[in-house]
């Protein structure tokens, strides 16, 4: 048990960690200088505010990232209360980027992609240290970063790839059989699975990679993995509360939305999960690709539905006070 489910989840996990760092930190690095002066120029109304962020989320793989920076931005008074709901609202919607990405199942190419990356990433440092690069070395900077970047995505699919040879021992075990039984008589048992594993993991896109890899494998019905997707919407708000503990009142108004919203689009869409995967199973068959496609969509109505209270003139009465 221990060789063949525990060893490929902690050294999928490690790996998935790695790489989600590594890209987070070479996008930030490539085009996340001037993140603060863009969210501040870019929220000016909240439908504005929402694809800004939608936008950036996608592109720093992190809506935690983003949420952290606006935490920071409202502490410091650049960002009004409306604007950081519009900004929350958009990273829901730009991270399914992430989970899209790993349903696509490219895990098999990831070590080719890797050694790929990286073997360019070299050639552009040694091409950097020339005087002929003098005159070009933003730009070469700027490639080793996006470079970087690809190498960390290739071992976000590494990582998802060797979790999945856990799949079977997992399948012919006792625990995950009795789990997918439970969870086949009550949802809550797959929400809270997400929310609590989502917690201590500080990383949404670890636990529903995972959900997408067992689910492509064959072991883990999608219904039971959408309800951990759910689930993980909540537990993902962890970070956001520790983010803002010993801060300012308008940082915990931040860490407190994103709570209430998070866990309000939960609470509507649990006893929707059926048709969430009726309407997920419409755009492909694929147990792994519906799971993705349920976040998205899970994502972008709730994120839809919440956007008018953004306009509402009650933000600006408790921004005064």
Not at 164 to 183: N, R, T, V
Request: charged share 10%.
């Amino acid at each position: 048990m221990i060789r063949s489910v525990v060893f490929p989840l902690i050294y999928g996990l490690i790996l998935f960690f790695a790489g989600m760092k590594l890209m987070e930190a070479s996008l930030h690095k490539a085009g996340g200088r001037s993140l603060a002066t863009s969210l501040e120029r870019a929220t000016s109304t909240p439908l504005k505010g929402m694809l800004f962020s939608t936008g950036i989320t996608a592109v720093l793989q992190s809506s935690t990232a983003v949420t952290v920076l606006t935490i920071g931005l409202v502490n410091a008074r650049l960002l009004s209360y409306a604007r950081t709901l519009s900004i929350i609202l958009g990273s829901n919607i730009g991270t399914c980027i992430t989970t899209e990405l790993l349903s696509l199942q490219i895990g098999k190419y990831a070590l080719s992609m890797l050694l790929f990356f990286l073997g360019a990433w070299a050639i552009t440092v040694m091409l950097g240290e020339t005087k002929a690069a003098s005159r070009v070395s933003a730009s070469i900077w700027n490639i080793q970063y996006v470079l970087l970047a690809g190498a960390g995505f290739s071992l976000v699919m590494l990582g998802i790839f060797i979790m999945q040879k856990a799949g079977p021992a997992l399948e012919q075990g006792g625990l995950f059989p009795w789990f997918i039984h439970q969870a086949s008589h009550s949802v809550w048992w797959g929400v809270i699975a997400g929310a609590c594993l989502t917690a201590i993991v500080h990383s949404s896109a670890a636990v529903i990679g995972m959900a997408i890899g067992l689910a492509s494998s064959g072991v883990l019905p999608p219904e039971v993995g959408i309800a951990i997707v759910l689930g993980s919407n909540v537990g993902t708000c962890v970070t956001a509360v520790m983010a803002a503990a010993g801060g300012s009142r308008a940082g915990h108004f931040v860490a407190w939305s994103h709570v209430l919203l998070n866990v309000s689009g939960a609470l509507l869409f649990i006893p929707l999960i059926h048709w969430l995967y009726e309407a997920a199973a419409y755009f492909t068959s694929d147990p792994g690709a519906q799971i993705a496609h349920a976040q998205t969509i899970f994502n972008i109505v709730c994120s839809l539905l919440a956007l008018p209270l953004c306009y509402l003139k009650i933000w600006d009465r408790l921004e005064q006070r």
